[in-house]
């Protein structure tokens, strides 16, 4: 199943972007979903999950409290909103349909999957 990356940007640090991870192919509210992303010369790093439904959801410690992860059930999408940006959360951002969502989970698919999308870079400037 194909999910699409938008919403990336570039931005100053303290700022904010709204990802959108869509698709036409299935219903996306059936699934858990998670973003990931990776930095230029660092591998790749679960950011967030959300479970099925409204959730709940979970955040990797560098992102808690800046970063929320939600769904838009009327754009069959899940949205990642990431305020007060730093320069550390630059990176190409993706997003994974997967089969559960939690700490571990976003670990084991960072490191063990095999396709991953175009993704949507996010740049954040000193």
Do not use: H
């Not at 699934?31 to 591998?43: H, S």
């Not at 959801?57 to 999408?77: L, M, P």
């Not at 997967?98 to 989970?105: A, H, N, P, T, V």
């Amino acid at each position: 199943f194909q999910l699409v990356e938008s919403g990336g940007g570039l931005v100053q640090s303290g700022g904010s972007l709204r990802l959108s991870c869509a698709t036409s192919e299935f219903n996306l509210r059936n699934y858990p979903v998670g973003w990931f992303r990776q930095a230029p010369g660092k591998e790749r790093e679960g950011v967030s999950c959300i479970d099925r439904g409204i959730g709940p959801a979970t955040y990797v410690d560098s992102v808690r409290g800046r970063f929320a992860i939600s769904r838009d059930n009327a754009k069959n999408a899940v949205i990642l909103q990431m305020n007060s940006l730093k320069p550390e959360d630059t990176g190409v951002y993706y997003c994974a349909q997967l089969d559960s969502c939690g700490s571990e989970k976003l670990i084991d698919e960072a490191k063990g999957r095999d396709y991953w999308g175009q993704g949507t870079q996010v740049t954040v400037s000193p």
